[in-house]
Structure formats: structure tokens, C-alpha cells
């Protein structure tokens, strides 16, 4: 709970067209110049917060703005090392190494999955490391239809056979056009995580 001063975040606005015109950067912005506001972000203040924001006007309105998606910059990084080992996957796809491609595409899955997570409030994920815990929170939040389900099929299939590809305990094929079929599948779904990953406004240092 922060009061008044304590609140740190950025508003962004719409102004009135004098307003515009004598605008000067660092000169404050007065509340007749404000003609919308469109969206109150949190600052790297925060960077792992949810919050529920209310401004209160001069003329006695009020603004409430709320995101309760969490773990903001958390999901940055670990989509960042969902993003490598996806790459590393299209790698293995391109030159045919079919065990390299279904251990980096499962991590890449994973991580995916772990990133969506994450974004919900589920204090266990935040020290979540088994393969287990992720799979049955993904498949709860799939037959729920929060999360695309060829994904989490494809999740627990990967999963399924990583004895085959990293231990060598089978054999590993794939069908023509196969891979690159499900790095797209992966892809969408991560691309999807950092499009609902809620922005943070960077202070200056």
C-alpha cells in the first residue's frame, strides 16, 4: 500500500492542443492541460507487482486503473531463455539433428509454459523447478481453454519422449515439415506471453 508521495509510476496522456504547444520537457503538466488519460504504468519500481492505482481528480472524479498481472520483469527473462533454446531448436531443425531439436524445443516449451505462468498469481511457480509441477499447472490451465491446447499436447509429448532424444533410450523421427510445425506452434504461444507481459517505465538511473 502506497499513499500520495510514495506512489511512483507514469501516467500517459492525451492535452488539450495550447497545452501541446507549450510544452517544455521537464516543466510539469497541470491537470486543466490533460484532456485524457489513456493508461498509468508502473515504474521498474516495481518491476514484480500487480497493482490497483486510483487517482483522484480536482473536480472530485476519480481514475482507477488495476493490472493484476504479476512477475513482469521475471517473465522477461525467462522468455529470453525460452527465446534461445527455441533458436537453438530451429537450428537443430535446419540441419536435421532430430535428438537436438526435441531437447531444445521441449526446454523451449517449457520455459514458454513456466512464462505464462508466471503471470498469474501462483506463488508456487516462483520456485517451481520440477518438470512435473509445470506440466499439470499447464494442463489444468489448458482444459480451463487459458492456454492453446496443441501447445500443451505437444508440451507433454515432448516431455514424454526426452528419454528417447537425450538419453538415447529410442529412436527420435520426425514426419517432413514436422519441425518446423512445431517451432511455429512454440513461437505463437511465446509470442502471445510477451504480448500480455504487462511494460514497466524504465527511471533514468
Same mark, same amino acid.
Given at each position: ?29 497541470? !491537470?486543466?492541460?490533460?484532456? #485524457? ?24 472524479? !476519480? ?23 527455441? =533458436? ?9 539433428? /532430430? ?57 507433454? =509429448?515432448?516431455?514424454? /519422449? ?6 538415447v533410450q529410442g529412436a527420435v523421427m520426425f514426419k517432413p515439415g514436422e519441425m518446423n510445425e512445431m517451432l511455429s506452434v512454440v513461437r505463437s504461444v511465446l #509470442? ?14
Open positions: 500500500m502506497r499513499l500520495n508521495d510514495e506512489v511512483q509510476a507514469v501516467m500517459w496522456v492525451s492535452v488539450h492542443d495550447k497545452a501541446k504547444a507549450e510544452m517544455v520537457p521537464g516543466k510539469p503538466l497541470y !491537470w486543466d492541460q490533460i484532456e #485524457n488519460i489513456a493508461d498509468i504504468q508502473l515504474t521498474n519500481q516495481d518491476p514484480n507487482a500487480g497493482h490497483v492505482t486510483l487517482v483522484g481528480a480536482p473536480d472530485g472524479r !476519480w481514475l482507477v486503473v488495476f493490472d493484476f498481472r504479476y512477475n513482469a520483469e521475471r517473465v522477461r527473462e525467462v522468455v529470453a531463455a525460452a527465446e534461445e533454446f527455441l =533458436e537453438t531448436a530451429a537450428f537443430a531443425a535446419k540441419e536435421a539433428y /532430430s535428438r537436438a531439436f526435441a531437447e531444445n524445443l521441449f526446454a523451449a516449451a517449457e520455459l514458454t509454459a513456466r512464462a505464462r505462468l508466471l503471470l498469474m498469481p501462483e506463488p508456487e511457480m516462483l520456485t517451481a523447478k520440477s518438470h512435473r509441477f509445470i506440466a499439470q499447472k499447464i494442463n489444468m490451465h489448458a482444459r480451463f481453454g487459458n492456454v492453446d491446447r496443441s501447445f500443451v499436447k505437444m508440451h507433454n =509429448e515432448l516431455g514424454a /519422449s526426452r528419454g528417447d532424444a537425450r538419453y #509470442n502471445v506471453v510477451k504480448a500480455e507481459t504487462p511494460k514497466r517505465f524504465r527511471t533514468p538511473e
